[in-house]
């Protein structure tokens, strides 16, 4: 995908609202947008920063020049994304936290790393079904073929804004930009202090917790155009109370690997039964394994993974297809049913956490000898982290460490002993048994 012939095709929508910035009250209309790009210099782009309009100009500059783009969680310190973005072989580092200017680093292991981004593109961090955190790399062909696929299923047109509250280093947060550049639709970036109540608004993206807050809170979410409700499972109950109050909800399952949605439902006007995801995107083809496994094939999918150990690996087999991790089937009507994880991620306000990420973690505090980090049912957001450990240690401190490495989302809420019933040295213990043991404390 040329970039400059992506970015030059966007002035046909003329006056259009580009971007609204609701806080300052800016507004990017696309026949100014070409302009409005900033020039960015480096091959690989990593980028630090909270969700604002800038950051995404910074971002959508990059890619017109033909580099790659990393956005890394503004929720890490500092110090970690700039950790990451050295083992990335980035160039530059554009950071910008509250209180300071922003600043565009240049950083020492510049082109250390990839050697496989031909194309520009985005490289995002995922925990991955399998457990093992990776990065991987999509073309920006694959973000746009997902676009596509989904105004096919969410109508979208100049006059529509949808609302980016998703971080930008999620495909979540990313694929809203892409979805309403090639609609001609406003990317809208909230008022903190009015998320929601504001009729340029029309389409909204939700994980369940976010969803059952708005309903608390009473906002009037059925005068919208859409609501779509993924990044984890989502109660029926939840979808029982937004449909009787009128919510324009659409169910979806996607990941990072794909570029954001997989499948999505059609307006849902009843609860269905079983819950499911819909149908398929026209770009990409959806199968279930014998083991039961979700298989997906399409222009959507990534072109590599980078491992841990700064190697680039194929993510799909010989035959093109990608292993989701995740196990399902399909409905007599061709919907897919999600019953859950192959692995052992835990997904916590639609946030997906790699348990033996933060078990590694904390073997390297000194006086933990063993650690086994499980999800505990949570009834606001679906699961939190709970860890045993054997060894001595003291949670705060413990906490403190971690809040160094990890994301807040991923530091567990509670530590408790090794359980005397299992041997520090079993070499795969029973997973289960830790899980009903955090059911029970």
Same mark, same amino acid.
């Given at each position: 995908?040329?970039?400059?012939?992506?970015?030059?095709?966007?002035?046909?929508?003329?006056?259009?609202?580009?971007?609204?910035?609701?806080?300052?009250?800016?507004?990017?209309?696309?026949?100014?947008?070409?302009?409005?790009?900033?020039?960015?210099?480096?091959?690989?782009?990593?980028?630090?920063?909270?969700?604002?309009?800038?950051?995404?100009?910074?971002?959508?500059?990059?890619?017109?020049?033909?580099?790659?783009?990393?956005?890394?969680?503004?929720?890490?310190?500092?110090?970690?994304?700039?950790?990451?973005?050295?083992?990335?072989?980035?160039?530059?580092?554009?950071?910008?936290?509250?209180?300071?200017?922003?600043?565009?680093?240049?950083?020492?292991?510049?082109?250390?790393?990839?050697?496989?981004?031909?194309?520009?593109?985005?490289?995002?961090?995922?925990?991955?079904?399998?457990?093992?955190?990776?990065?991987?790399?999509?073309?920006?062909?694959?973000?746009?073929?997902?676009?596509?696929?989904?105004?096919?299923?969410?109508?979208?047109?100049?006059?529509?804004?949808?609302?980016?509250?998703?971080?930008?280093?999620?495909?979540?947060?990313?694929?809203?930009?892409?979805?309403?550049?090639?609609?001609?639709?406003?990317?809208?970036?909230?008022?903190?202090?009015?998320?929601?109540?504001?009729?340029?608004?029309?389409?909204?993206?939700?994980?369940?917790?976010?969803?059952?807050?708005?309903?608390?809170?009473?906002?009037?979410?059925?005068?919208? %155009? *859409? +609501?779509? $409700? /993924?990044?984890?499972?989502?109660?029926?109950?939840?979808?029982?109370? =937004?449909?009787? #109050? !009128?919510?324009?909800?659409?169910?979806?399952?996607?990941?990072?690997?794909?570029?954001?949605?997989?499948?999505?439902?059609?307006?849902?006007?009843?609860?269905?039964?079983?819950?499911?995801?819909?149908?398929?995107?026209?770009?990409?083809?959806?199968?279930?394994?014998?083991?039961?496994?979700?298989?997906?094939?399409?222009?959507?999918?990534?072109?590599?993974?980078?491992?841990?150990?700064?190697?680039?690996?194929?993510?799909?087999?010989?035959?093109?297809?990608?292993?989701?991790?995740?196990?399902?089937?399909?409905?007599?009507?061709?919907?897919?049913?999600?019953?859950?994880?192959?692995?052992?991620?835990?997904?916590?306000?639609?946030?997906?956490?790699?348990?033996?990420?933060?078990?590694?973690?904390?073997?390297?505090?000194?006086?933990?000898? %063993? *650690? +086994?980090? $499980? /999800?505990?049912?949570?009834?606001?957001?679906?699961?939190?982290?709970? =860890?045993?450990? #054997? !060894?001595?240690?003291?949670?705060?401190?413990?906490?403190?460490?971690?809040?160094?490495?990890?994301?807040?989302?991923?530091?567990?809420?509670?530590?408790?002993?090794?359980?005397?019933?299992?041997?520090?040295?079993?070499?795969?213990?029973?997973?289960?048994?830790?899980?009903?043991?955090?059911?029970?404390?």
């Amino acid at each position: 995908m040329n970039p400059d012939l992506f970015f030059s095709e966007l002035a046909r929508f003329g006056n259009e609202p580009a971007f609204i910035d609701r806080a300052s009250g800016r507004i990017i209309r696309y026949s100014e947008l070409e302009q409005s790009l900033p020039v960015t210099p480096g091959r690989i782009v990593a980028t630090w920063a909270k969700t604002s309009l800038d950051h995404l100009l910074i971002l959508l500059g990059a890619l017109k020049q033909g580099a790659v783009v990393a956005p890394i969680s503004f929720r890490l310190p500092r110090e970690e994304a700039i950790r990451r973005a050295n083992n990335l072989g980035a160039d530059v580092l554009y950071s910008r936290s509250a209180g300071v200017p922003p600043t565009l680093d240049k950083l020492p292991n510049a082109g250390g790393t990839p050697a496989l981004l031909d194309q520009p593109g985005t490289l995002l961090h995922t925990s991955g079904s399998s457990g093992n955190a990776r990065i991987v790399y999509h073309d920006l062909a694959a973000h746009i073929a997902n676009a596509e696929g989904s105004v096919h299923r969410l109508p979208l047109q100049p006059g529509c804004g949808w609302l980016l509250q998703m971080p930008l280093n999620h495909v979540s947060g990313f694929s809203i930009a892409i979805r309403c550049l090639l609609s001609g639709a406003a990317v809208v970036f909230p008022d903190p202090k009015n998320m929601i109540d504001d009729e340029r608004v029309t389409h909204l993206s939700l994980v369940s917790t976010q969803l059952q807050r708005l309903l608390d809170s009473g906002v009037e979410l059925n005068r919208l %155009r *859409a +609501v779509l $409700v /993924g990044g984890g499972p989502v109660p029926s109950i939840l979808v029982d109370r =937004a449909i009787r #109050a !009128g919510v324009p909800l659409h169910l979806t399952y996607g990941m990072t690997e794909s570029a954001s949605q997989i499948c999505t439902t059609e307006l849902l006007l009843e609860t269905p039964s079983p819950l499911h995801a819909g149908q398929p995107l026209p770009v990409c083809k959806v199968r279930i394994s014998e083991a039961g496994e979700i298989q997906i094939h399409g222009p959507v999918l990534a072109k590599k993974s980078l491992t841990p150990g700064g190697r680039w690996q194929d993510l799909v087999d010989a035959d093109g297809w990608f292993s989701t991790g995740d196990l399902g089937d399909f409905t007599d009507d061709g919907n897919l049913v999600i019953h859950g994880r192959c692995g052992r991620l835990i997904i916590s306000g639609g946030e997906n956490i790699c348990p033996e990420a933060i078990e590694s973690l904390l073997q390297e505090i000194p006086g933990v000898r %063993r *650690a +086994v980090v $499980v /999800g505990k049912s949570h009834p606001e957001f679906g699961e939190r982290p709970m =860890a045993f450990l #054997a !060894g001595d240690f003291e949670p705060s401190e413990i906490r403190q460490f971690l809040a160094r490495r990890l994301e807040r989302f991923a530091i567990p809420e509670e530590f408790h002993p090794w359980p005397s019933a299992v041997a520090e040295d079993v070499p795969k213990p029973d997973f289960s048994f830790f899980k009903r043991l955090a059911a029970g404390i």
